[in-house]
């Protein structure tokens, strides 16, 4: 029998209809929705007078644009407002199941698919937005997908799909203190570039990777996307069952003993072909950060900016040289002392209870500086909730730091959170690009620790 991948494992189970000449045609086991990338989809369905073929495998969640500082949809600005209410009528009318503002399971789409147990391994997961790769963390195959096809999922719970490469990420090595997966993600992104992953989804294993939580093993498949992969998967294990067992929608009591024998099932074969293969020791990695507009821009906090001269052609030179005047940098330039103006934890790679029991261990008993505005926007509602039982809410507060209500917030600035022009930005999220998070702002991805300690001293330091 051919030695397969998960990725190709799962595929192969999901595959309705393939022929040489045609894309396959699979089936999707769940379909998540939020209020940006699903209008037309729904607008279309009804021109063409059809309906929802499984309305009980999609589920909606509000998050893009919603407001962190106030829950009332009446004061929303025009645009959000029209889209909120545009997607609680599109699910009423299709009957399906949407996490609205007040609902107690409302968060950012891949925060609430994972903490709700709707993210399960070897599913196949689809969602109108690029991060969808966070819940290949769990064992299921999932990415992203347009509006079209949006409407193609719903209106046949199946979508055409190309085979994809298979690409092998190997990490190994000792974890220092104060080194988390956001810095392994960036390191990594460093080290192979933005286009590396093109055509293929990641599998991520080795010892790094078995030993991570799956809040963890969410932020490295969240960011698969960043190094041009189509998604990330992580082969599930003790640690996958051990998060998911007894969550909402998770199966319970006998089923969930069948299920556990599947998944054990879901791995890839020794020795089974991989396209490309790549190794990555973290034993040198020290805390990330990026310095330009891109997130393969990316230094440890105790190296320079790389000097023009270093690059190779003349158009690297040209970009980089346009990259550093849009952050307001130099080349060779060290990021130690660099004052900022804002820090904001959250967004779908780091807003998770993990992450923020990090940064309530970082500011614990101290006060953030003066000189910056800080916010805390969780994950989720359950995100939100645990946080206040356990007392972080609190700690935060004391601090100096603001906590808001779940949502997307200024990882791209929808809502009224957003970067005024040349402000610079400590942000957990994973996109720098120009005017991300706000026209002419400057954005510095790193960790929860490392925005945390940027918080304290409103500037990078030596640690
Ligand atoms: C709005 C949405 C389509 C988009 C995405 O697909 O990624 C957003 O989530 C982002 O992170 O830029
Ligand atoms: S938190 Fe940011 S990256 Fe994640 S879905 Fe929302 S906008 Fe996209």
């Known amino acids: 029998m051919k030695k397969k991948t998960l990725y190709q494992k799962i595929f192969d189970q999901h595959v309705i209809y393939e022929d040489l000449k045609e894309t396959p045609l699979i089936y999707i086991d769940l379909h998540l929705i939020h209020e ?134 190997h990490i190994f090595g000792n974890q220092k203190n104060n080194i988390f997966s956001k810095d392994i993600i960036l390191g990594l992104i460093r080290s ?8 293929h989804v990641v599998e991520f294993n080795g010892s790094v990777i078995q030993n991570m939580s799956m809040e963890s093993r969410m932020t490295v498949c969240n960011m698969a996307v960043e190094m041009g992969a189509k998604s990330g998967i992580i082969q599930p294990d003790h640690i996958t069952y051990a998060y998911l067992k007894n969550k909402n929608f998770v199966p319970k009591n006998y089923e969930w003993s069948f299920y556990v024998k599947k998944w054990n099932t879901l791995k890839s074969d020794s020795s089974c072909f991989f396209d490309q293969k790549i190794f990555f020791d973290i034993s040198n990695l020290l805390p990330q950060i990026t310095w330009g507009t891109n997130p393969s821009q990316v230094i440890s906090i105790s190296e320079k900016i790389p000097s023009l001269h270093t690059l190779k052609t003349q158009s690297e030179k040209e970009n980089v040289k346009k990259t550093l005047e849009y952050m307001g940098l130099k080349e060779g330039q060290s990021l130690i002392n660099l004052p900022f103006d804002k820090v904001f934890i959250g967004s779908c790679t780091n807003s998770r209870i993990e992450d923020l029991r990090v940064v309530a261990s970082v500011v614990k008993n101290k006060k953030i ?25 609190k700690i935060f507060k004391k601090s100096g730091f603001q906590w808001r209500h779940p949502g997307c917030s200024m990882c791209l600035g929808m809502n009224d959170d957003y970067l005024k022009p040349y402000q610079r930005c400590a942000s957990t999220s994973n996109r720098n690009f120009e005017g991300r998070q706000g026209f002419k702002g400057r954005t510095h991805l790193m960790s929860p620790w490392l925005a945390a300690q940027i918080a304290l001293y409103g500037k990078c330091i030596t640690f």
Request: net charge positive; charged share 25%; with cysteine.
């Open 36 to 169: 940006v990338t699903s209008p037309q989809a729904f607008e279309r369905l009804r021109v063409k007078n059809r309906i929802i073929r499984q309305s009980k495998k999609t589920f909606a969640t509000m998050d893009h644009n919603v407001p962190t500082i106030h829950q009332n949809i009446k004061k929303i600005k025009k645009d959000a407002k029209i889209q909120l209410k545009t997607l609680l009528k599109n699910c009423k009318e299709f009957d399906i199941t949407c996490f609205n503002l007040k609902h107690p399971n409302q968060g950012i789409v891949h925060v609430m698919g994972p903490e709700q147990g709707l993210t399960l391994p070897g599913m196949t997961i689809v969602c109108g937005d690029s991060h969808t790769s966070t819940h290949g963390a769990f064992g299921s195959l999932a990415f992203g997908i347009g509006t079209s096809e949006v409407e193609h999922v719903l209106a046949t719970q199946t979508l055409y799909q190309k085979r994809m490469k298979n690409m092998l990420i």
């Open 192 to 199: 192979i570039g933005t286009e590396k992953g093109v055509g």
């Open 369 to 393: 500086s003066s000189s910056l505005e800080a916010i805390i926007v969780p994950g989720s509602k359950n995100v939100k909730k645990q946080a206040e039982k356990e007392g972080l809410d």
